[in-house]
């Protein structure tokens, strides 16, 4: 049995060595923080410069994407109103040859029922 007992205190020993290393480092990395004394204000800028634009990359990306999507909305909605106001266009020209033509028709059916000569029709063109 003294054979396991010298391998078990070895392993113990090697554990306990590991484990010590492991709490100086940790220690170490907490404890002190890795200043240098002359550039001490510059360092703290610039760690706080590169924390600040690693946060506020992803934000800065949807906002970019957030505009793009506004850019490309309002493009759309430009092109529908123009759509949109040649169609009223269209059906305002269409309207108003209508009129003209039921005018023209109701004039007619006016003159041949009072047994007259109907006026001479006048062509009318679409626009």
Same mark, same amino acid.
């Given at each position: 049995? =003294? ?19 492991? /709490?100086?480092?940790? =220690?170490?990395?907490? +404890?002190?923080?890795? /200043? ?14 590169? $924390?600040?634009? /690693?946060?506020?990359? *992803? =934000? ?5 994407? $957030?505009?793009?999507? $506004?850019?490309? $909305?309002?493009? /759309?909605?430009? *092109? ?9 266009? +269209?059906? +305002?020209?269409? =309207?108003?040859?209508?009129?003209? #033509? +039921?005018?023209?028709? #109701?004039?007619?059916?006016? *003159? ?16």
């Amino acid at each position: 049995m =003294s054979i396991f007992t010298g391998k078990a205190s070895e392993l113990e020993t090697l554990v306990a060595d590991v484990e010590g290393e492991i /709490r100086e480092l940790v =220690s170490h990395d907490v +404890a002190e923080p890795r /200043r240098q004394p002359a550039n001490d204000g510059e360092m703290v800028a610039s760690d706080l410069s590169s $924390l600040l634009q /690693r946060v506020s990359a *992803h =934000s800065v990306q949807e906002i970019d994407l $957030l505009i793009d999507e $506004l850019k490309m $909305l309002r493009e /759309r909605l430009q *092109h529908e109103g123009e759509r949109v106001v040649d169609e009223i266009v +269209a059906y +305002a020209n269409l =309207s108003h040859t209508a009129m003209q #033509s +039921a005018k023209t028709i #109701s004039e007619r059916l006016t *003159h041949w029922r009072e047994g007259s000569d109907p006026p001479r029709v006048q062509r009318v063109t679409l626009t």
